[in-house]
């Protein structure tokens, strides 16, 4: 009787010790998950942003929308992102006007040897809010006079 006492005072140690291991690699993973998507989202916005200053910048005089895009881009990347690699931002301007930043990078696992791509794009057109205003304006005064 006291011997078998004795054996489940000790089993009750063990699955302890095992659901342990379990309930923290789930609790790591899950942290993991949080780091990849403030890295997704940060970037995301941060490509966005970029592309946005791009195509300001491709309205006013004397400025470059590839290059405005570009620095804002390197400026906004220059964060700490968790276990990132290979960062890379890409810019294009497109002859339609359209402004693309992209941000690429890999990500490695934190207990485990788990590799993933990040691939973030933000998109922007070059606007010409004068030629805008003035197609707008045309555009109402037509509606007004046919209703």
């Known amino acids: 009787m006291i011997k078998e006492k004795r054996w489940l005072k000790g089993s009750l140690t063990v699955e302890v010790t095992l659901l342990m291991v379990v309930i923290m690699m789930t609790i790591m993973g899950v942290w993991y998950l949080f780091f990849f998507y403030y890295n997704r989202a940060w970037l995301t916005a941060a490509a966005c ?26 400026l906004l990347s220059q964060g700490s992102f968790m276990g990132a690699r290979n960062m890379e931002c890409r810019t294009d301007l497109s002859p339609l006007g359209t402004v693309t930043v992209t941000y ?44």
């Open 49 to 74: 942003e970029a592309a946005v200053t791009g195509a300001i910048a491709g309205e006013m005089e004397g400025q470059d929308a590839y290059y405005a895009a570009a620095w804002r881009g390197y």
């Open 104 to 147: 690429e990078l890999d990500t490695h696992g934190i207990m485990v040897d788990v590799n993933s791509h990040l691939s973030c794009k933000g998109e922007a057109a070059i606007l010409h809010p004068v030629r805008w205003i003035r197609q707008l304006k045309a555009a109402g005064g037509v509606i007004m006079k046919a209703g």
